[in-house]
């Protein structure tokens, strides 16, 4: 279980993030408390600095650093500032996603402002100089290509400021800095979209799964290399605490640090870059105790005596580097995924580089399962046929502190999310989900979690039962219900899936398909009826001023 934990937390979060960016939850307020802060190019303190500001500046961020530490802000072009010298006055940093400009294209891999792309626009830029395209409107992102001096480039985008163009060189779309080209053609540049065009394809290539599996094979290969020259430095070490004196010969070769290709790490940063930052720091302290034992044996005298002192200093590095080792090799094997192929019953699910086998589970046939603190997500696979409508449905054991979440996709494109549904946390809690409709015969996935980690302060812990329900005749389907006479959960005996309109009229079977769709994700008025009257807490988005008729943009402008 704990081998595929980590995927289908990926999924999930990825299904969360796109929920919170729907309600708008994507900048942050903040303003300066420092007496001074740097403004900088890149989410780092070596990075270069662009300008300094002082106590009482405000900034609205809309993206930060992996790590939490650094926010972007609009600083006449894109500048990072550290959160220790802010403080929020509205919005949730965790909230902004990741942008860290040295391994992430301007506007992300899922939109990016950089790559491959043929558009053109309605003018051109000639290079005044040499100048690098970057993958940005800013220094801090890597270069794509370079244009020479007196070669032009399509001009497509800018930034606000008018201090970066976006431009197409050669198929290359990226971005150059506005004072080493000058601008060809009669046209308006302000016409032009800030932000820029998307891309055909993200910048480069070698993120796909296979170079991602790839990359954990080498970091592990690399680690066992590694070992050998630890296991000689230790004995090396170990030798001078025994005879005082360091025994000078051939010296274990140093290993290197890891770099990851910029595409790939951005594709799994989450991943990828904790275990790099762990595995240079840990090859960084064995090259330390190899570096200290050559300085030993290059001192003027003969016989190279080491103090004690010394010797079990270099003795905790190494065994500080060992303690690494183990704990890095430990997490490459649970990430990098089983040999053995899917059996008859169960299925095989990837996505972005990883690989989970999952059970196969039954339409019409109640499941049980359960969650444990070591155990807050799991998924399931099912087999589900052109034209049939489903209706999925999760029940708590009346001892359960779960607050499920479930979220059924295809499983060759497991973030195409065709139901999701959320429960409040109440005891005995329900989740139905209906209709989904299927339009293609294929295998699918369910994935369930618990969300309820910020509501409680105990871990998860508890059974649950689901069912997968063909609803394709009639639209109705029996709920799931706690017997307490047999003890366990068992089909009830009243159909539903027939909801009523707010003004108790029948809307014709049409369920609400989850309470935490937005108007973007709802295809007929009918269902944004259904969701306002069943969720009517979710008013705020769906019906923003409250006159009972929702979605009123998109999808019921003329229904009322």
Same mark, same amino acid.
């Given at each position: 279980?704990?081998?595929?934990? #980590?995927? !289908?937390?990926?999924?999930?979060?990825?299904? #969360?993030?796109? &929920?919170?960016?729907?309600?708008?939850?994507?900048?942050?307020?903040?303003?300066?408390?420092?007496? =001074?802060?740097?403004?900088?190019?890149?989410?780092?303190?070596?990075?270069?600095?662009?300008?300094?500001v002082t106590a009482g500046t405000e900034f609205w961020a809309d993206a930060r650093s992996a790590d939490n530490e650094w926010l972007r802000v609009d600083y006449g072009g894109e500048g990072w500032v550290h959160v220790a010298t802010l403080v929020v006055l509205e919005g949730d940093i965790a909230a902004l996603?990741?942008?860290?400009?040295?391994?992430?294209?301007?506007?992300?891999?899922?939109?990016?402002?950089?790559?491959?792309?043929?558009?053109?626009?309605?003018?051109?830029?000639?290079?005044?100089?040499?100048?690098?395209?970057?993958?940005?409107?800013?220094?801090?992102?890597?270069?794509?290509?370079?244009?020479?001096?007196?070669?032009?480039?399509?001009?497509?985008?800018?930034?606000?400021?008018?201090?970066?163009?976006?431009?197409?060189?050669?198929?290359?779309?990226?971005?150059?800095?506005?004072?080493?080209?000058?601008?060809?053609?009669?046209?308006?540049?302000?016409?032009?979209?800030?932000?820029?065009?998307?891309?055909?394809?993200?910048?480069?290539?070698?993120?796909?799964?296979?170079?991602?599996?790839?990359? &954990?094979? !080498?970091?592990?290969?690399?680690?066992?290399?590694?070992?050998? /020259?630890?296991?000689?430095?230790?004995?090396?070490?170990?030798?001078?605490? &025994?005879?005082?004196?360091?025994? *000078?010969?051939? %010296?274990?070769?140093?290993?290197?640090?890891?770099?990851?290709? /910029?595409?790939?790490?951005?594709?799994? %940063?989450?991943?990828?870059?904790?275990?790099?930052?762990?595995?240079?720091?840990?090859?960084?302290?064995?090259?330390?105790?190899?570096?200290?034992?050559?300085?030993?044996?290059?001192?003027?005298?003969?016989?190279?005596?080491?103090?004690?002192?010394?010797?079990?200093?270099?003795?905790?590095?190494?065994?500080?580097?060992?303690?690494?080792?183990? $704990?890095?090799?430990?997490?490459?094997?649970?990430?990098?995924?089983?040999?053995?192929?899917?059996?008859?019953?169960?299925?095989?699910?990837?996505?972005?580089?990883?690989?989970?086998?999952?059970?196969?589970?039954?339409?019409?046939?109640?499941?049980?399962?359960?969650?444990?603190?070591?155990?807050?997500?799991?998924?399931? *696979?099912?087999?589900?046929?052109?034209?049939? $409508?489903?209706?999925?449905? $999760?029940?708590? =054991?009346?001892?359960?502190?779960?607050?499920?979440?479930?979220?059924?996709?295809? !499983?060759?494109?497991?973030?195409?999310?065709?139901?999701?549904?959320?429960?409040?946390?109440?005891?005995?809690?329900?989740?139905?989900?209906?209709?989904?409709?299927?339009?293609?015969?294929?295998?699918?996935? &369910?994935?369930?979690?618990?969300?309820?980690?910020?509501?409680?302060?105990?871990?998860?812990?508890?059974? =649950?039962?689901?069912?997968?329900?063909?609803?394709?005749?009639?639209?109705?389907?029996?709920?799931?219900?706690?017997?307490?006479?047999?003890?366990?959960?068992?089909?009830?005996?009243?159909?539903?899936?027939?909801?009523?309109?707010?003004?108790?009229?029948?809307?014709?079977?049409?369920?609400?398909?989850?309470?935490?769709?937005?108007?973007?994700? #709802?295809?007929? *008025?009918?269902?944004?009826?259904?969701?306002?009257?069943? =969720?009517?807490?979710?008013?705020?988005?769906?019906?923003?001023?409250?006159?009972?008729?929702?979605?009123?943009?998109?999808?019921?402008?003329?229904?009322?």
């Amino acid at each position: 279980m704990r081998r595929y934990t #980590l995927l !289908l937390a990926i999924i999930i979060l990825l299904l #969360l993030s796109s &929920l919170q960016i729907a309600l708008g939850q994507a900048t942050v307020h903040v303003v300066v408390v420092n007496e =001074f802060a740097n403004v900088r190019v890149s989410p780092a303190l070596g990075a270069s600095v662009r300008g300094t500001v002082t106590a009482g500046t405000e900034f609205w961020a809309d993206a930060r650093s992996a790590d939490n530490e650094w926010l972007r802000v609009d600083y006449g072009g894109e500048g990072w500032v550290h959160v220790a010298t802010l403080v929020v006055l509205e919005g949730d940093i965790a909230a902004l996603p990741v942008r860290d400009p040295r391994s992430i294209p301007y506007g992300g891999f899922e939109s990016p402002r950089a790559g491959t792309s043929n558009a053109t626009g309605p003018g051109t830029v000639e290079a005044v100089r040499g100048v690098r395209v970057r993958a940005g409107p800013s220094t801090a992102y890597p270069t794509l290509a370079n244009l020479n001096y007196r070669q032009t480039a399509w001009i497509t985008g800018r930034n606000a400021a008018n201090t970066w163009w976006q431009v197409q060189y050669n198929g290359v779309l990226g971005w150059v800095s506005a004072e080493h080209v000058q601008l060809q053609g009669a046209f308006d540049v302000n016409a032009l979209p800030v932000g820029g065009i998307v891309a055909d394809a993200p910048p480069l290539s070698g993120s796909g799964a296979n170079d991602y599996i790839v990359q &954990l094979k !080498l970091m592990l290969d690399r680690l066992d290399r590694a070992q050998v /020259s630890l296991d000689t430095i230790r004995t090396m070490w170990t030798d001078a605490a &025994l005879y005082g004196r360091a025994g *000078c010969g051939p %010296y274990p070769p140093q290993p290197s640090d890891l770099p990851i290709a /910029s595409p790939l790490l951005a594709a799994n %940063y989450n991943i990828l870059k904790p275990l790099q930052d762990d595995f240079n720091e840990a090859m960084a302290n064995l090259r330390y105790a190899i570096d200290l034992f050559i300085q030993i044996c290059n001192l003027p005298g003969t016989g190279n005596p080491v103090g004690q002192a010394t010797v079990q200093g270099a003795l905790g590095i190494v065994n500080t580097a060992d303690s690494q080792f183990q $704990t890095l090799r430990a997490r490459l094997h649970e990430l990098i995924p089983p040999d053995r192929v899917a059996g008859p019953n169960e299925c095989t699910l990837t996505y972005n580089g990883r690989t989970d086998i999952l059970p196969l589970v039954q339409q019409n046939v109640i499941v049980f399962d359960s969650f444990l603190p070591d155990k807050f997500i799991t998924g399931y *696979c099912f087999d589900a046929f052109a034209g049939q $409508t489903l209706a999925v449905q $999760t029940l708590q =054991f009346p001892d359960s502190n779960i607050v499920h979440f479930l979220a059924v996709s295809p !499983l060759d494109n497991p973030t195409n999310f065709l139901g999701v549904g959320r429960g409040s946390g109440a005891d005995g809690d329900l989740i139905q989900v209906s209709p989904i409709v299927i339009t293609q015969t294929g295998r699918y996935v &369910l994935i369930l979690t618990d969300v309820g980690a910020d509501t409680r302060n105990e871990a998860p812990m508890g059974n =649950f039962a689901f069912l997968i329900s063909d609803i394709s005749a009639t639209g109705l389907f029996p709920p799931l219900v706690w017997d307490d006479t047999q003890g366990t959960v068992v089909l009830g005996q009243t159909p539903i899936g027939t909801p009523t309109s707010p003004d108790g009229g029948d809307i014709g079977g049409v369920a609400c398909p989850s309470s935490a769709f937005t108007c973007a994700q #709802l295809l007929t *008025c009918e269902e944004a009826r259904a969701c306002l009257q069943e =969720f009517p807490d979710n008013a705020s988005f769906l019906d923003p001023d409250f006159d009972g008729i929702p979605c009123e943009e998109n999808l019921c402008s003329g229904e009322f």
